[in-house]
């Protein structure tokens, strides 16, 4: 089933820009998506074990990119957007082109602009600029390939900022808000054999962006990945692993969760979900093999099934030792006590066995007291604005395992799925972040009509990245308040993931003790010198550790 928001107002909020409007979404909190898939981890299916164990997710015949070169008409505001440019025989000979992805600012349209607290204009929220909120209308076409018959395919955003409407072959197919967390969409309905066409028109200001208030860049656009995936129409929607040691630290449950959803009007069935785990030699584990029936399915229906593997001594992950398996996930129909049945799709994940727990106010690491020698770092290129290539994320890495930096907290907001699969690989504890910074509008954590944004944010930061061995501390947020709306995140983030620690960098730095907010795992306070750390904490009856998430900043503001 769809998560649709929004749809109980008034006609008036369904319009994108260029059609006339009196309050549309983009101003409008209750509104900041229509038409999504429900948050999932990062999966591509595969057509066998081999290539799943690969994990080459863009190298799947089930993946295709939209990544390339597109029309592109950059308007001063919403009033001054191309109304139908997304209708096949709309004249755009005279537009330009961009890289997508990218951020128009870094290619020749409007200029860059670093801001630390608020937004470089004076309206009050939801309200966002008339007169100058840039707009950039984007179109390409592509062609579908012929083996995708009889599929179902979903349209993927890595990240938009800061708004966006989407169409495909003329027909609009929904809306998000969220600058810096994916996007995807259900097309299979909107396309046909052969040539297509996709149009988005992304807005620079929306009333999400008030919660986009970081210390950085203010860019615009496509700006990480798009693509296609295509799926069998009964698919594993979702999955969740997770690693819970013994006493010792030996032994390990391997817990698994998997949502299978029947995308046809016909029922499916029998389906059954076989697991296999490798070692990172590409040996299959015995304890790793199990076959699970899933019910029947209606049609469009989703069922849960949940298993435990007892996996003895497996090799542990941590930053100093980031030893990983591959699980590989079979989709198979049919009665495979006769015959086998029919493999309809493979997925794999890595999987790090590592526990994450406060012992006697300490931060541990499969039992182990851990140091976070830790960085804040930005998805900023020199060249590329927000466009990180995974090479530029690879050489950043490996300088921080050079100096003995063991942790990064990606302030803040969710970074490139990619990062994390680094961070996975190179051992590199991450304490992710979400994407909500109101900075100079605080009181929006207090506001009710906001709630239902944060926590969105959180779900599609949270159902992306569980399933890294990496992440080991969720953050609410960075300098958004201390209202409830922070707590409820909290508490929502906490029903998806139990398993890690959050922490939350609000406006409350000068004394988290006696203004705290009980919600979080981890006290955070911040440019504090260690003997006052000492003094607060040393003698504190509080259970909770300590984590300085910022104690010192060096920032730039010019271009000079």
Known sequence: ????????????????????????????????????????????????????????????????????????????????????????????????TIRVPSNWQMEGFGYPLFRNIGLPHPHLPPEVPKAFNPVGSYYRTFELPENWDQRQIFLHFEGVHSASYVWVNGKEVGYNQGGMEPAEYDITSYLKKGDNSISVQVLRYSDGAYMEDQDTWRLSGIYRDVYLMATPRSHIRDFYVRTVLDESYTDANLELAFWVKNYSRQKAGPLFVQTSLFDADGNALDE???????????????????????????????????????????????????????????????????????????????????????????????????AMDVETMRKDLYLMKQFNINCVRTSHYPPNVEYLELADELGIYVVDETGDEAHAYIYLSS??????????????????????????????????????????????????????????????????????????????????????????????????????????????????
């Open 288 to 386: 790793g093999s199990a076959m699970l029936e899933v019910d029947a399915l209606a049609g469009g229906s989703e069922e849960q099934v949940e298993h435990s593997l007892n996996i003895s001594n497996p090799l542990k992950w941590s930053a100093e030792y980031p030893n990983l398996y591959t699980l590989v996930m079979e989709l198979v129909e049919g009665d495979v006590s006769l015959n086998g049945g029919k493999v309809l799709e493979v997925l794999s994940t890595r999987v790090g066995f590592r526990e994450v727990e406060v012992i006697d106010q300490a931060i541990c690491i499969n039992g182990v007291p851990v140091k976070f020698n830790g960085v804040n770092s930005h998805m900023m290129h020199p060249e590329t604005g927000h």
């Open 447 to 560: 506001d009710p009509q906001w709630k239902d944004q944060y926590l969105d944010r959180m779900r599609k930061m949270v159902y992306r990245d569980r399933n890294h061995a990496s992440v080991v501390v969720w953050s609410a947020g960075n300098e958004s308040g201390p209202g409830d709306n922070i707590c409820a995140l909290i508490a929502g983030g906490k029903e998806i993931d139990p398993t890690r620690l959050w922490l939350y960098g609000g406006n409350r730095d000068e004394d988290p003790l006696t203004n705290p907010i009980r919600c979080e795992d981890i006290v955070g306070p911040r440019y504090l010198q260690p003997f006052r750390l000492e003094q607060r904490f040393g003698k504190s009856d509080d259970p909770r550790p300590s984590f300085m998430d910022e104690y010192i900043a060096a920032t730039g503001n010019s271009l000079g």
């Open 1 to 96: 089933m769809k998560r649709v928001f929004g749809l109980a107002l008034t006609i008036s909020f369904c319009c994108a820009p260029g059609h006339a409007q009196l309050h549309p979404d983009y101003e409008n909190p209750k509104v900041f998506e229509r038409n999504q898939e429900a948050a999932h981890a990062t999966l591509m299916p595969f057509p066998n074990v081999p290539t799943a164990l690969k994990g080459e997710r863009k190298q799947s015949p089930y993946h295709l990119s939209l990544n390339g070169t597109w029309k592109f008409q950059w308007s001063e505001n919403p009033g001054l957007a191309p109304g139908d440019f997304y209708q096949r025989g709309y004249d755009r000979s005279d537009w330009s």
